[in-house]
C-alpha cells in the first residue's frame, strides 16, 4: 500500500492593489489517517442542529454576504463553530504565509517572494516529504499568481510521484474548506494584533477573546 500525502493550496487577498494582504496557506494530511467518520460527524452535527450544508467559506461567512446572505448571525455563528470543531478533530498539520503588500511592489515581487518562501519551506522539511511515496497537490487554479508561479519545477523535489489535481472527491472538497478556514484564522490574528478589524461584521467572533479562545487555540499543534 503507497504511503500518501494530500496537499491543498488555498489563498486569501487578491492580486494588484484589491486587499492590503496576501495570505498563501497550505494543508497537510496523511492519507493513512482516515478522516471519512470526521466528515460523517460533522455532517450529522449539521444536520442535528436544523444546519444547511452550504460549501464553507470563511470570508463570505465573516461579511454576510455570497451563499450567506440573509442568514441571521445566530446561525452564521453556529456554523462556524460546527465547522471549527469538525477542524479541531482533524489529523492535519498546516503552514501560512502572510504578507503586507504595502511592504511589497510589485505582483512579480511578491510571487518571487512567496516562491522563495515555499521552496525554502518544503527544503526545510524535505526528509518528511520524500518519507512519502505520492504527494497529489490539490489548487482551484483560482489565482494566476499561484498557478502559475507555484509550478511543477518548484516541487518535484518532495517526491517522485508527484501530481496536481483539481477534480476534489469527498475528502479533498471538505480539507479544501479547512484551507479557506485557516487563511482566515490567521489573517484575523494579524488584524486582532495589530488592531486592524476589517470584517464588516466583527461579532461574529464575538470579541478578540472569544476569538483567541474558541478559535486561535484550536490551531495549537497543528502549524
Request: charged share 25%.
Amino acid at each position: 500500500m503507497l504511503n500518501e500525502l494530500s496537499l491543498f493550496v488555498d489563498e486569501s487577498g487578491s492580486e494588484g492593489k484589491g486587499s492590503k494582504y496576501y495570505l498563501l496557506t497550505l494543508v497537510f494530511h496523511n492519507q493513512s489517517n482516515d478522516i471519512l467518520n470526521n466528515i460523517a460527524a460533522y455532517e450529522q452535527t449539521l444536520k442535528a442542529k436544523s444546519l444547511p450544508d452550504v460549501p464553507f467559506h470563511a470570508s463570505p461567512l465573516m461579511n454576510g454576504n455570497d451563499e450567506y446572505e440573509g442568514f441571521d448571525m445566530a446561525i452564521e455563528k453556529k456554523l462556524l463553530a460546527a465547522f471549527a470543531s469538525f477542524v479541531r478533530r482533524l489529523p492535519i498539520a498546516y503552514t501560512t504565509f502572510l504578507y503586507e503588500k504595502k511592504a511589497i511592489d510589485t505582483n512579480d515581487a511578491l510571487a518571487a517572494r512567496m516562491r522563495r518562501d515555499v521552496v525554502t519551506f518544503l527544503f526545510d522539511h524535505l526528509e518528511r516529504f520524500q518519507s512519502f511515496d505520492i504527494v497529489k497537490v490539490y489548487y482551484d487554479d483560482g489565482q494566476k499568481i499561484v498557478s502559475q508561479n507555484f509550478t511543477f519545477g518548484s516541487w518535484v523535489c518532495i517526491s517522485k510521484g508527484l501530481c496536481f489535481i483539481q477534480e476534489l472527491d469527498v475528502t479533498a472538497y471538505r480539507l479544501s474548506q479547512v484551507a479557506d478556514l485557516l487563511c482566515t484564522l490567521e489573517l484575523t490574528a494579524h488584524k486582532y494584533e495589530n488592531k486592524k478589524h476589517s470584517y464588516r461584521r466583527e461579532s461574529v467572533w464575538s470579541d478578540r477573546f472569544a476569538f483567541k479562545n474558541n478559535y486561535l487555540r484550536m490551531l495549537g499543534g497543528k502549524e
